[in-house]
């Protein structure tokens, strides 16, 4: 590990009696990113993120937080860290901005005016009780409380539950504020969409087995994608079937239909190199998060 790690685990592993719920967890995460944590539910997701936040004990390995020890330091790594727990609970009878004010006293104070300028991009009401809020709008508080004392590491586990897509876009937008000014956020979601919004790297994690760890535009770019390619004429599928990562080649008309995971120079090369024919239009479906995620669970381990 080197000192511009802000999250680090090695081997860490959690086991309830035969359940393996975490395995060998080796994982380097730096300043200034938003690593994404993807898995379904079971999947080993928030036993980490309470391992790393020391409200369970691992069963094997290790694990740092900006440096200091996950249990040794467990409270002095709070006064760095904003968390959004995945069951999240906050007192019923009082208001957003008496639950705000508790965790401000227990952190030593806060910026207010930055408070309501965060329940003012979130549309917070902060004047009801927790227990008068819908889901969403728990959320927002809890979100809140996560940011208002800039920490240096953020542990969001599900952190959009509830949310509107267009409360999920500023929180979005707070996030890269976030990072853009040095912190570190641990985003672990089932929201495939979010994650490829807004995260630098992606780690799928199945079984309690880290299988992949990659940026999202290096997991994007091994996936098969859809093009079409439109041409004056009518082409020869047999132009395309030799490129490399091309398959499944239909001809329509003057319309070109592939699937393909190979360089796009080559292929435009070749649609427009012919003699025959001109290239009039073309059409990428990229694909998107959710069947680079899906390939990961056709197998168990």
């Known amino acids: 590990m080197t000192d511009n790690v802000a999250?680090?685990?090695?081997?860490?592993?959690?086991?309830?009696?035969?359940?393996?719920?975490?395995?060998?967890?080796?994982?380097?995460?730096?300043?200034?990113?938003?690593?994404?944590?993807?898995?379904?539910?079971?999947?080993?997701?928030t036993t980490t993120i309470r391992t790393l936040m020391d409200e369970i004990r691992p069963t094997a390995g290790t694990a740092t937080i900006v440096g200091l020890d996950t249990h040794q330091d467990s409270v002095e790594i709070r006064k760095h860290i904003g968390y959004i727990p995945g069951d999240?609970?906050?007192?019923?009878?009082?208001?957003?901005?008496d639950t705000l004010t508790y965790f401000s006293n227990l952190r030593g104070g806060v910026d207010w005016?930055?408070?309501?300028?965060?329940?003012?991009?979130l549309e917070a009401d902060l004047s009801k009780k927790i227990g008068d809020l819908s889901t969403g709008n728990r959320q927002k508080v809890?979100?809140?409380q996560a940011f208002m004392n800039k920490p240096q590491v953020y542990m969001m586990d599900e952190p959009s539950a509830g949310l509107d897509p267009l409360v999920q876009r500023e929180f979005q937008g707070m996030m890269k504020e976030a990072v853009a000014d040095g912190a570190t956020i641990f985003l672990s979601?089932?929201?495939?969409?979010?994650?490829?919004?807004?995260?630098?790297?992606?780690?799928?994690?199945?079984?309690?087995?880290?299988?992949?760890?990659?940026?999202v535009q290096q997991l994007r770019s091994k996936a098969i994608r859809r093009v079409d390619l439109y041409f004056d004429g009518a082409p020869d599928a047999s132009l395309f079937e030799p490129i490399d990562g091309v398959r499944e080649v239909?001809?329509?008309?003057?319309?070109?239909?592939?699937?393909?995971?190979?360089?796009?120079?080559?292929?435009?090369?070749?649609?427009?190199?012919?003699?025959s024919l001109t290239l009039t239009d073309i059409n990428s479906q990229e694909a998107d998060l959710e069947e680079i995620f899906l390939t990961y669970y056709r197998e168990e381990v």
């Open 250 to 275: 239909e001809v329509r008309n003057h319309h070109v239909s592939l699937s393909f995971d190979g360089q796009m120079e080559e292929l435009l090369r070749v649609a427009t190199n012919s003699q």
């Open 189 to 215: 979601s089932h929201t495939l969409s979010e994650v490829q919004r807004v995260a630098d790297r992606v780690g799928i994690i199945r079984s309690g087995h880290l299988v992949t760890v990659e940026g």
């Open 88 to 97: 999240l609970a906050m007192y019923p009878n009082l208001t957003g901005r």
């Open 142 to 144: 809890g979100i809140i």
């Open 113 to 121: 005016e930055y408070v309501d300028a965060l329940a003012d991009r």
């Open 7 to 45: 999250i680090h685990t090695q081997g860490l592993t959690k086991h309830y009696g035969k359940v393996e719920a975490l395995v060998d967890l080796d994982l380097d995460i730096v300043p200034g990113e938003i690593f994404g944590f993807l898995g379904p539910n079971g999947a080993g997701k």
